[in-house]
């Protein structure tokens, strides 16, 4: 007899799970007047010694005022916060796929409000779609995803989260009750797949495709 399926409702974060971003590395090593390779490399030294993304950019430019600079690149026309290209191509599917099987869809991550309506324009139909800074709280803290649950509207052992960091995404939701899928792709991806707590996640995948699968072997 199949086992019914528990999860009700899969939420997910944004950069390098929905959005490849390696555009704004791109505009950020332009912005700095350094090689793209260079600041990429800086990012992993970061990310492996646990450090925030910024530190990265600082190495450059130490002292830089993240929100001026962000300012500064809008001003120029360099910063759209998200375009149709900056998609994973398995996006969209996946979504419209984890629709059409009747979960209830939600986008939620740490970026600016602004990026609420760049992600529906992208073309995504989610439940809700939100961000940290409208919320007024970042991951990894608790209150994140307990509003996540609550925007959901399902109980947290009825929600996968999904997300390409074990600090920030995988680990925290795990700990709020919820499904962990930790999907390995782009740098923290990489690099986090190397850490211990990698062999603690509920489901680890390489492609957001796989995630109806999971979810329907039954009791997931």
Known sequence: ????????A????????????????????AYLGVPESAVLAALD???ARRGHHH????????GLDIKTAYAEQAETGGRVIF???????????CLSALRD???????AGNQPAEAEDSLRECGFTADFVASSARWGVEKPSPVFFAKVRQAAGVDAAALAYVGDRLDNDVGPAQAAGMTGIFIERGPWGRIHATWPEAAAVDFKIHGLMEIPGILNRGGV
Do not use: C, H
């Open 1 to 8: 007899m199949e086992t019914e399926n528990k999860i009700k």
């Open 10 to 29: 899969v939420v997910f974060d944004v950069g390098e799970t929905l959005v490849d971003e390696t555009r704004m590395w791109r505009q950020w090593a």
């Open 45 to 47: 030294t970061v990310i």
């Open 55 to 62: 530190e990265a950019l600082r190495s450059f430019r130490p």
């Open 83 to 93: 375009a149709n290209d900056d998609l994973y191509p398995d996006a969209l599917p």
């Open 101 to 107: 099987r009747g979960y209830r869809i939600g986008i």
